[in-house]
């Protein structure tokens, strides 16, 4: 038998010709599902609009839009499994309403907010942002949501909160995958409070015009675009301001490898691979990673002087 050595630019089609395989499969399941002939689960059924409709668009970007069938059917969250069908396939479980978020901490207004009265609580915007994932895969996404400013300060902080930590639901009957151990439940994020009110950090309610679907984070979940995706945390329930630096969950787990900030930075490495370029998730060269994911003149100045080789 003769054995060829692949040159990249082979391996390169062989793979596109798999991806074109794979979305043409797509495309025919999609007209199945349309002509009434798959079962409903196998459809791909899309998330209800969100009401009202008028988000005001406030954020454009000149990328194409991620398809909203990447944009929920690959996903991290590991509260439903560790492969990236799993959220979509698994999150079916997690009880979005009713639903609530507690404030509270030091702050002069803690309260707990139904999930109902915060989607009207503040004029909804879609921005459009870059999504950047550790692992090295990047989306872009049109959110529906509102500035975490708005909702930080409804709760009135007080001087001495220097910090934002959140917390993830953990309810192993609605979460599959807090019977597995990969991380500590539940999911934690922090942001430092200069960070969390950023005009470009946001609270998610919704993507594409509709409500959130579960496995992207549903009922509402952080977005900051400037950082690694894991710092976008899903389906909060707490949000509490505090003096001291939080722990977070994958800074927790491997503390050499994800640091507290984990703010874009093509030019520190994670210690198993380079942070230089992505993959955006449908297309096959991968692109330069940008400081910032793309938005250091709007956030550099949070970081004045800090060493990202330490700070990573
Ligand atoms: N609670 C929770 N939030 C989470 C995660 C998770 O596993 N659990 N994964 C994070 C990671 S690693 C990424 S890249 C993004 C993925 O968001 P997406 O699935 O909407 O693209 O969610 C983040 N938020
Ligand atoms: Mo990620």
Known sequence: MLIRIIDPAQAREAEATDEAVYWNRRAVLGGMAMAGLLPAACAEAKAPNLAPLAARKT???????????????????????????????????????????????????????????????FPLEERVYRL?????????????????????????????????????????????????????????????????LHPLAMITVGLYGRVLPNQNGAPLRLVVPWKYGFKSIKSITRIRLTDRMPPTSWNRSAPDEYGFYANVNPAVDHPRWSQATERRIGEYTRRKTLPFNGYEAEVAGLYRGMNFQKNF
């Open 132 to 196: 950047r994932c550790v692992e090295g895969w990047s989306m872009v996404i049109p959110w529906v949501g509102f500035p975490l400013a708005a909702l930080i300060k409804l709760a009135d902080p007080l001087g001495k909160a220097k910090y934002v930590a959140f917390e993830t639901l953990n309810d192993p009957k609605q979460m599959p995958g807090l019977r597995s151990s990969v991380l500590q439940w539940p999911y934690v994020e922090g942001l430092r409070l200069d960070e969390a």
């Open 59 to 121: 954020r454009s970007l000149n990328e194409k839009l991620t398809p909203y069938s990447s944009v929920t059917n690959y996903n991290n969250f590991y509260e439903f499994g560790t492969s990236k069908e799993d959220p979509a396939r698994n999150a079916g479980t997690l009880r979005p309403e009713p639903w609530s978020v507690r404030i509270d901490g030091m702050v002069a207004k803690p309260q707990v907010i139904d999930i109902d009265r915060l989607r009207k609580l």
